[in-house]
């Protein structure tokens, strides 16, 4: 597998899709190319960010948002103190 071939499979992967095509040489493409492991580690932290935005203020997953969140949530916290 080649990174062009990783970077399509990677976002299928990262939905947790266990038949996707090519996850096993995906993983392994990504045990032996620490290019494709950052892309992927950081796909993974946006979607976490995505996730706790979601259960904490009910809003989209989109990074920007969740930044426009915390710094409305820091604002109020000056506010209250
Ligand atoms: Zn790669």
Not at 11 to 39: F, N, Q
Not at 45 to 55: E, I, T, Y
């Amino acid at each position: 597998m080649q990174c062009i071939d990783a970077e399509r499979i990677l976002p299928v992967l990262l939905d947790g899709d266990p038949d996707v095509w090519g996850t096993r040489a995906m993983l392994s493409h990504l045990l032996t190319c620490s290019d494709c492991r950052e892309i992927f580690a950081n796909m993974l932290l946006v979607k976490a960010m995505g996730d706790v935005a979601r259960s904490q203020w009910g809003r989209s997953s989109r990074p920007d948002r969740v930044e426009g969140a915390v710094e409305r949530r820091k604002a109020q916290v000056d506010t209250a103190a």
